[in-house]
């Protein structure tokens, strides 16, 4: 049975730490209401360009990892983003991606090829450090620690079901520009001193 998208969110959202997250298309509006006013920018006015925005996000900041939340239709739209990411070889970048074989937000309609489309062989053909699939919630929940901290370009297949909302059912939230500039400025305030590091 296939993941149900909000509870993947949730396990990442519990892991994540201080991680930037790029969420794009159905992942937007769940991933809203678990990580309000944090490191996250949603992708939806362009559909397929989360994973060039987290390319950019990764190359701008290499002391953060930075985590994508993909669909398969949307990549579909950029995939030449892939060779783009395996050329720049970001070590902090994890690609994750929510394969549910349709384009949920415009009407569910198939994708190409639908869920026979395999992405992971695409990214390790692109020169990926890491790919493979995922079907079953608590595997990712086992794996996710550790795929946290392994260096990247990572991409992940996720099997999973619709989501509950899409951006056309669940309207809101900053504008682009708006969630741009939030980042940015807390992106350059700088980081709190830990004891350690002030007695150093």
């Not at 006015?45 to 985590?67: H, K, N, Q, Y």
């Not at 050329?87 to 394969?99: V, Y």
Request: charge should be positive; charged fraction near 20%.
């Amino acid at each position: 049975m296939a993941m149900k998208p909000e509870d993947v969110l949730k396990a990442i959202a519990a892991a994540r730490g201080d991680a930037i997250v790029v969420p794009t298309m159905t992942t937007g509006p769940a991933w809203r209401d678990l990580a309000p006013n944090d490191l996250s920018v949603g992708c939806v006015g362009f559909m397929g360009g989360a994973s060039s925005l987290g390319l950019g996000m990764a190359l701008a900041r290499p002391d953060r990892r930075v985590i994508v939340l993909d669909g398969d239709g949307s990549l579909l739209m950029q995939l030449g983003s892939l060779a783009t990411i395996a050329g720049a070889a970001p070590r902090n970048l994890l690609h994750l991606l929510f394969k549910n074989g349709v384009y949920h937000t415009s009407g569910a309609q198939g994708i190409p090829g639908g869920l026979t489309v395999d992405f992971v062989m695409m990214a390790k053909g692109a020169g990926y450090r890491t790919t493979l699939a995922i079907r079953e919630l608590e595997d990712f929940k086992r794996r996710l620690p550790e795929l946290l901290k392994v260096e990247g370009p990572v991409l992940v297949e996720l099997h999973t079901g619709l989501a509950d909302q899409t951006p056309m059912t669940a309207r809101g939230g900053a504008p682009f520009h708006q969630q741009i500039q939030d980042i940015r400025t807390k992106l350059l305030r700088p980081r709190a001193s830990t004891p350690a590091s002030s007695s150093a």
